[in-house]
């Protein structure tokens, strides 16, 4: 076999890189039947999010984040609905999120934290049968545990109680 790889001039790192691709994407989990696809688009994004801010973990900051970088979601919808400019508040969620020391390769785990904003029977819903963007964003409001996005959030006027609210008259 080692005689074949030097037939070719290639490594066997250099030609899974190659023809395998970014082996962050494709480990992430399939989406489980309880989460929205744009749920599980928030949950690549939120991982993609900490990879380029350097951290080694996907926390609730990651996953706010991404919940307001899609425009067709009902969380970021709620904020800007709220009166907070969803790019302002993401803007001063990164300003107070410190640089991580840099992520390696593979997929990135999940803080318990985000695995606990994740969790389908800790997500305060309404009626909904499955969970979405701002499931997640009003799960963080409430959490007793304060964040940097949750602090932001609160500063910027967007709390649990507004988000239900909105989310319920629209």
């Known amino acids: 076999m080692d005689r074949d790889r030097q037939s070719l001039g290639v490594t066997k790192q250099a030609a899974q890189k ?8 494709a480990e992430l989990p399939v989406r489980p039947p309880w989460m929205t696809e744009q749920a599980a688009a928030m949950v690549h994004q939120a991982h993609r999010v900490a990879r380029a801010l350097g951290c ?3 926390d609730v900051d990651h996953l706010v984040l991404a919940a307001l970088h899609d425009r067709s979601s009902r969380a970021y ?18 300003a107070a999120i410190p640089p991580g020391p840099g992520s390696g ?16 029977a800790g997500i305060r819903r309404q009626r909904d049968e499955q969970v979405g963007p ?23 006027g967007v709390t649990e109680r507004g988000v239900r609210s909105w989310l319920a008259a629209h």
């Open 77 to 94: 919808a709620a904020v800007r609905g709220l009166g907070a400019a969803p790019a302002e508040v993401n803007g001063a969620i990164l």
């Open 105 to 120: 390769p593979g997929t990135l785990p999940f803080t318990p934290r985000a695995k606990q904003a994740l969790d389908p």
């Open 134 to 156: 701002e499931h997640v964003l009003m799960n963080v409001l409430a959490s007793r545990k304060g964040c940097p996005a949750q602090r932001t959030l609160h500063e910027f």
């Open 18 to 25: 190659r023809f395998v691709g970014p082996a962050a994407e």
């Open 56 to 58: 080694r973990y996907i």
